[in-house]
């Protein structure tokens, strides 16, 4: 499994630096520019701009106080609005007063760096896991995820499609999955309760799992993004 | 009473101030919630939210401004805490009020918000630049008819110490503000919907439109500050206005009851009209409520 892990990496590598450079915008590129004062620095903003730093592992504390903040973590659950794919219009009956997920704790945040948790609602696209993914890294840890749909587990009725992925688990750790195409409000809430019970018993280490397997998680994303034209990795 | 106890006495006032800012901003979301026909949060959710931002992991700087930003934030609440006398009569609660404090009130008032766009600016989000441009400009003609009718207290009392100004109020209604200056009162009690950022002024934080304005790019513990500051601030807030304009409290309970409705005005209001643009809100600061405080002032002199 290992050595397998090593070979992906190594064949991909080369590739991926032959389409980073192909697919890189213009002012992404490494280059020489004049300055004002007229010195020619070189500037590489993919280095500059962006940390290219791997995620680290984050140790939770131990005992009572671990139990406490989880239980804290778990009753306040705040979801990044971000819809993928047909899935995500089941998403905004849950503030309405039928379904109410505010009395379970959980809110929706507009920014990933103040979620706590992502909802890949229904089939991912290509185009979209790449944005997935730079919403994913972003947050900050602990970071749950939760799948929604048939197509999230194994495509669904996207299975044998061209641009769509089949299982999210291959591409970021996923905490809870709902099945269903497309699962009702209800069933949402169900997987809130689920992801709520796997927190508070300290297994929702989604963002440990993915900086310890990371090389696994970006070699698996580079072979299905072929115009990867962002940093490595997104802080 | 020797310092030690003063400062001990501060920080106990801030403990109550922090948790009944916290309770009350959970009251109103449930009432909100309820206008709405749904059952809303849960009352303890605002303190489940602190330990929840402050417990994060892992927190990411843009530079040693974005650090400084949350923590102006919190000199503006704080600060603001540590000049205003609470109680009425009582020395242990008056806090570090003495005879020029209206004037540092007003200059704080602005020194948070001013911090917190240079922080916000250096996370260099575009939402955040947009929700400080905004901020700034919609506070800036808040401020505008609240220091009118300031102007025209200080000149009524004869005083700039909030202390003096509440110790005039005593004696039943008929001697507060409220009475004896309407229209000074009305000036500021509709700046005061700007102050608090409520719908229909809500656009520089605007959930859904713009993702909350400023603190786009704040996190952890950063936002954990900005949410701490913000329950204090709101429960100090109220006080200013309950000082000026509602004849001050002599008791705790006094000063609960009428912070919250101070308070519930602004959600009230929030409540029944949408949402303003910002080109909206700044324009009809700059008529109602500036033209109130301008007959104010013509008045008093």
Partial sequence: MAENKKNIQKNDEEKIQETRDKFLKDHNKKRRVETPEGRVIEVDPMKDYFSDERPTRKDPHKGVIEKFLNWARSESIWVLGFGTGCGSIEIPPLTTPRFDMFRFGVAMRPTPRQSSALIISGYLSVKTLKRAIRSYEQMMQPKFVLALGSCTINGGMYWDSYNTINRVDHYMPVDVYVAGCMPRPEALLAGFNQLKKRIREGRAEGANQYAEHFDWYKANQKKIIKDWNMPDYNW | MDLLTRVLFTLLGLFIILNWGLLMNAIMRKLTARVARRVGIRWYQPWINLVKLYSNRNA???????????????????????????????????????????????????????????????????????????????????????????????????????????????????????????????????????????????????????????????????????????????????????????????????????????????????????????????????????????IAIILIL
């Fill in chain 2, 60 to 294: 990411i700087s843009h530079g040693v401004m974005f650090q400084l930003g949350p923590v102006f934030r919190m000199m503006g609440g704080v600060g603001l805490f540590i000049f205003m006398p609470l109680i009425y009569g009582s020395e242990a609660f008056s806090n570090f009020s003495f005879a020029g404090d209206l004037v540092i009130i007003l200059y704080i008032k602005f020194f948070g918000m001013l911090g917190m766009a240079l922080g916000a600016g250096e996370g260099g989000h575009p939402y955040s630049a947009m929700g400080v441009s905004r901020g700034l400009s919609q506070v800036t003609t808040v401020e505008l008819p609240f220091a009118l009718a300031i102007i025209a207290l200080a000149v009524q009392y004869n005083t700039l110490s909030l202390h003096e100004i509440v110790a005039a109020q005593q004696g039943g209604i008929a001697n507060w503000t409220l009475l004896t200056n309407p229209i000074a009162t009305l000036a500021a009690v509709l700046s005061m919907l700007g102050v608090f950022m409520h719908s229909p002024f809500d656009l520089v934080k605007a959930p859904n439109e713009i993702p909350i304005g400023p603190p786009t790019e704040y996190h952890s513990s950063y936002l954990g500050i900005l949410r701490t500051n913000a329950a204090i601030l709101h429960v100090i807030e109220a006080v200013l206005y309950m000082n000026l304009f509602f004849g001050g409290a002599t008791s705790w309970p006094i000063l609960i009851v009428k912070t919250f409705l101070i308070y519930f005005f602004s959600i009230f209001v929030g409540v029944v009209f949408p949402r303003f643009k910002i080109e909206h809100s700044v324009r009809w600061f700059l008529k109602v409520p500036l033209a109130l405080g301008i």
